[in-house]
């Protein structure tokens, strides 16, 4: 068999497994998967550099589908590679099955799940990046787009940092089949119309039919000649191709067949054909930054320190003690003080502007080959990447996020900048991590432990100074809580700023004879649950404070940490819509300063 | 003084009194607002046609400063019209004040709040498709943008669907002022960078530099000759413009000047000038649609309907019932049957693709004009839109959103597509309603209710069909629950579906002579707290079962009604990270389904 009849049988044999896979399912998107295989067989054939029995081997090219819903189509090549034999394919959505409706990690050759649109290629930047700046190896990042999701603004975020940064290592695959799920896309088939965007943002276009195998052929060993630009294949195809019935028609978008037996046939029937997938080469090791060493910055108790400022000292101190930590943040880094960092380790800061998609996505794209990222910005804004946040967790990524200028406290700038969600935010992503420390000894402790941990990290922080009430080196492990203050009558809960609201409180209260124990909950999920059943225990009942929203955030962290105990416990937290003002004023406002922690606690004493 | 000398004097007093509001503030950003004056003093003098004595008119033209921090620039332009007085001026940022530290519609000027980057355009979006296909009035939606903003995918999703709709009555006055918060933006002064990608967009671009007013004046007029393409004036300025301390300086940003007086000398000091604002002419009021009436839909009980399915049924007729109620959907509108609203009102109905910060958008900028936008897609892809969810709730704008496919009861499709964080995404937004219907009578009365209702709406729907077990017509106010089955043993608390799989553990542990109370929870935000607080006094406890994280969903959401009351209360959610397998299966593995319901009833009642 000649290469290019080869290259056909293969792509016939991707379909007809696709739509096997389907069929066997009930579910799944076989006509979105048929439209690149011809796309897919030239890669895996003589392209991609992929040792599949060695999935951690750093120097292996990466292959991401943006366009997750074509699942049937990646498991089919994983097949075609020998990764998986065709029974596993036939276990496609099935209860326990590897080959999940989207791919995602739980499969080894997966770096990240997909099947929320516009993501794999903001990952794929981020990946891009990691092999140009950190690993600093040869390897490509290979993403396959749809069409559909070119209108998802993470796109043109990833379109304009890899023009930026250059990223010749980046070949975008784009499947260009024209029709969405409900009907054709903004620009069907018009390659003009997706060329010049892309070439606006600095990269480099070819043109082909994507189903022919010369111009897919020639398209790809063109895209491998790196020329200090990224490179969009923008191949035209037709959705369902090579099967009568769904060719192109609108209608059929993620359905099995009607008639797979037929289509089978009309493809050609089964085959069982086996490609040998290109193997890294060379003896090139991942970069290692040399990392000297020192001390974690201390913080002298009765100052004033940021804990936003905690954060970038903290971030400093642990690149020179590491070299795989490294730094991005969204053009606010004088604000987020990961300024600090970018000073110290240029080599290792990535300046993301103000994109927090990309920001994130970057993020989750270093630490699939075990890069450490620490990514931050306004709390406020990492909301804008909250769909990417869902994600990293389904991609199984250890991410470590730092929200600074958070609650009414920042003061004057007013609500739009200020995060009174975003601890409901985190709490409800799977497996994650919530600290919200409130002095800068403690920042510096939960920064070093966000750096060890799996999943998603994320750290609250907060714009003014506040006093430093602990020594440098004490310990705060995540999980745990402390008591500042011991008392019986009633307990103040805080954490962050309004932890120093309830040490105001608990010096009123003791004026007037009522002794407050202060809880301060700096891990907010995991969530300290026999301390605060032991206070709901021993006290009469506990006051929580947050400079956030009621719902979602410390407040019902208690609530769910003692449900069923039938303690009294009262939540204070932002209620009305803020304004500007001082810190001090919108505090009051809120109920959540010391007087208002006080009159609470006094109310419930009475009880 | 000859038109031009007048536009450079009404220029330098936008600077000036920019200079003094954030003096006097102590903070805000006059360096962002004195590079735009001369954009700004040309357009309030002859080229703004906006009634600021009648904010109200629908005739006017509709200004955005989607670079809000530049808020110093907007106030001293409503002071130059004579909107407000010198001594609020000076009110910049003081508690109370009603100019906060970024615009807010409490001022009735103001359409929406900014100060999250990147959003002006997209509203600004929605705005000027209000104009042309609802209001159908020839007025002009002016959206001041930054240069850092462009690098958020928000705006390229506005430049596209701005070109593709060719929304020529929408002005983007572009400050290119170089400077970001923290050093040069990723394009500098490259103005042809910027025309690129505007151009690929399908806009017309119009390079300018920003400080000539004949220039200026030039392009803002050729801007109003609309030829069906939105217009981008790209506007060449500096940073600090007039004031040579700061001009074109990096480490200004977002500061007060250090030595205003000097400042404000250099500008030629202050000025009392006042510019008369073109007002809207002509007589054309705002389309009505007609809207011939007809009933509700109405399901038979015992049938199994999907509440998406419903939604969309109720959203077509109350499209026959109100002029006003408008449709728009992320290009999936088979799934969420927004498509029946599409066939039956297709002038009313908007295709945004697959670009969810612009389906947020554009719907926040139809009810600016007080259309009623319905917007849809599946509920894990609001997640994407959810910085402009949090900011529409600071613009007081009336939303009804619509979530489907949520849970890990949508089966094979597996975890990308399952919404588990909905609920405590969106009772995290101030004043926001959460509705999680069970069945498809229910779902059209809270669509119903939705229409009529302020603030951020949420509606949650299931994918699968579920059995529909209310009477058409019946009432399910927004704040109430309902008692599905009575009991005093145990409660079981449900909704969307869970509220079957709670049923069907009443029956099993019935037959065991347990006799539990089902409370349908289908108003999750505000909660019944009374029937909550009843059912724990009157029974042994609550179990309730959610669809969802184990965070800030329903499960809280009844902690929080409970708080103090030592009710015994079981929350029953998804704990593990789900993969593909059926509803079932699904539901099952997750600890929710009727069996986990029945055993944790069966635990609670033997306690």
């Known amino acids: 068999m000649d290469h290019l009849t080869f290259r056909f049988e293969l792509a016939q044999q991707l379909r007809v497994d696709s739509v096997r896979a389907s069929s066997a399912a009930g579910s799944g998107h076989p006509t979105s998967s048929m439209s690149a295989a011809d796309l897919m067989a030239a890669l895996l054939d003589g392209h991609l550099r992929l040792d599949f029995d060695h999935p951690e081997d750093p120097r292996n090219d990466h292959l991401i589908f943006s366009k997750g819903h074509a699942s049937p189509l990646y498991y089919s090549c994983l097949k075609a590679v020998g990764a998986i034999d065709d029974a596993e394919l036939l276990t496609f959505r099935e209860f326990g099955s590897r080959l999940e409706g ?38 490509r990042v290979w993403v396959l787009c749809g069409d559909s999701e070119l209108t998802e603004g993470s796109i043109w975020e990833a379109l304009e940092h890899a023009g930026h940064e250059q990223l010749d290592n980046l070949i975008a695959l784009i499947d260009v089949n024209r029709l969405g799920q409900t009907g054709q896309t903004m620009h069907g088939w018009d390659l003009d119309a997706y060329a010049a965007r892309a070439h606006a943002a600095g990269w480099r276009v070819l043109q082909i039919d994507g189903h022919d195998p010369e111009q897919v052929e020639a398209a790809l060993k063109d895209a491998e000649s790196g020329d200090g630009r990224p490179v969009a294949v923008l191949a035209a195809t037709k959705k369902g191709k090579g099967v009568a019935e769904v060719e192109d028609r609108p209608g059929f978008h993620g359905k099995p067949l009607v008639h797979p037996e037929e289509a089978i046939r009309e493809l050609g029937g089964s085959r ?19 990392a000297p060493g020192g001390g974690l910055p201390a913080f002298e108790p009765g100052t004033e320190v940021a804990t936003r400022k905690a954060y970038g000292e903290a971030l400093r101190a642990l690149g020179d003690r590491r070299g795989d930590v490294v730094a991005l943040d969204g053009e606010v880094s004088n604000s987020t003080f990961a300024e600090l960092f970018r000073d110290a380790h240029p080599d290792r800061y990535f300046e ?28 406020a804004f990492l909301s804008r990447a909250y769909d990417f946040i869902r994600m990293a967790a389904v991609s199984r990524a250890n991410l470590r996020l730092m929200g600074s200028h958070s609650g009414v406290s920042i003061g004057e700038d007013g609500p739009s900048q200020m995060a009174l969600e975003d601890l409901a935010e985190f709490r409800a992503v799977h497996g994650s991590t919530v600290l919200y420390p409130c002095d800068a000894n403690q920042t510096v402790q939960l920064v070093a432990e966000m750096a060890d941990r799996d999943g998603i990290n994320y750290l609250r922080t907060t714009r003014g100074a506040t006093p430093v009430i602990y020594e440098p080196g004490e310990e705060f492990p995540v999980g745990g809580s402390r008591v500042v203050r011991d008392g019986d009558d009633v307990t103040l809960v805080g954490a962050g700023i309004t932890l120093h609201e309830a040490l105001g409180a608990a010096e009123t209260l003791a004026r007037e004879g009522i002794q407050a124990r202060v809880i301060d909950l700096y891990s907010i999920k995991p969530v300290d649950v026999d301390a ?19 719902e979602g955030g410390l407040g019902e962290a208690v609530l769910s940490a003692l449900a069923g105990t039938g303690a009294p ?12 003002g001082t810190p001090a004023e919108l505090l009051g406002q809120a109920g959540i300063d010391a007087p208002a922690i006080a009159l609470a606690a006094r109310e419930m004493v009475a009880v």
Chains 1, 2 share one sequence.
Do not use: N
């Open 272 to 290: 069982d054909l086996r490609v040998t997938c290109a193997k890294p080469t060379g003896d090139e090791v991942p970069h290692v930054f040399a």
């Open 569 to 580: 416990v009262r939540v204070l937290a932002v209620r009305g819509m803020p304004g500007s």
């Open 352 to 379: 993301m502007y103000i994109a927090e998609q990309q920001l994130v996505a970057a993020s989750i794209g270093m630490q699939v080959r075990g890069w450490v990222p620490f990514a931050s910005t306004f709390a």
């Open 102 to 139: 989207h791919p995602t990690p739980v499969l080894p050759w997966v770096d990240v799940a997909t099947g929320s649109l516009g993501q794999g290629l903001p990952i794929g930047v981020g990946l891009a990046l990691t092999a140009q700046r950190l690993d600093r190896l040869p390897y």
């Open 532 to 550: 605060l059943r032991r206070a709901a225990a021993e006290t009469g009942g506990l006051v929580t404070a947050e400079d956030h929203w009621p």
